[in-house]
């Protein structure tokens, strides 16, 4: 926050460069500190999956007065649990990945929110159409039990060529 997102604001309004909407900065922190990867004007993908199932208050509101420059008069209220979200991708990628596969188990997954990335229907069946296929998203108490949650969501949901990283979260747990 110190080091990228404030003086960008601050450069943007010392440059008359008014912005209105979302402004998503993927960061990577590295050993030399913080380190922009990119800026989008969007939300991004699988990121803002943990902020959604936070996110108690109703969104619209919020938004209409970011259009209107009255965004500090919103009040937007926050589920204090800790949130993780673990991608389920299909087998090769990020390199070449079959699609059309068949996906079992979504339903299988009450204690947790399924956002679709690269799924589609085909025959009234759920299948792969991307490489990214389902963001599987959980709260809990403490980042170790969401990401507990999430895990254990994301092994219910099957599909061949199915895999997803194991280290989600990891860093951030206290050693």
């Known amino acids: 926050e110190r080091e990228i997102l404030v003086p960008i604001v601050h450069a943007m309004k010392n440059e008359r460069r008014t912005f209105v909407g979302l402004l998503y900065a993927g960061i990577m922190f590295t050993k030399s500190g913080p380190k922009v990867l990119e800026f989008n ?8 999956q943990p902020l959604m199932v936070r996110w108690k208050s109703d969104i619209v509101p919020a938004l209409l007065a970011a259009i209107d420059g009255k965004l500090e008069d919103t009040t937007i209220e926050w589920d204090p649990r800790s949130a993780v979200c ?8 990020p390199g070449h990945y079959e ?8 339903d299988a997954v009450p204690d947790a929110a399924v956002f679709h990335a690269g799924t589609a229907l085909r025959d009234g069946k759920l299948v792969t159409a991307g490489g990214r296929v389902l963001g599987v998203t959980a709260l809990g108490d403490d980042l170790a039990s969401a990401r507990e949650r999430a895990y254990a969501a994301a092994k219910k949901i099957e ?3 199915a895999h997803f990283r194991t280290d989600i979260g990891a860093k951030a747990l206290p050693r």
Do not use: M
Request: proline share 4%; no cysteine.
């Open 41 to 48: 004007a969007r939300f991004g993908d699988p990121e803002t």
């Open 86 to 93: 673990v991608v389920l991708a299909s087998g090769g990628y």
């Open 99 to 106: 699609t059309g596969t068949e996906i079992s188990g979504v």
């Open 159 to 161: 599909f061949r060529g």
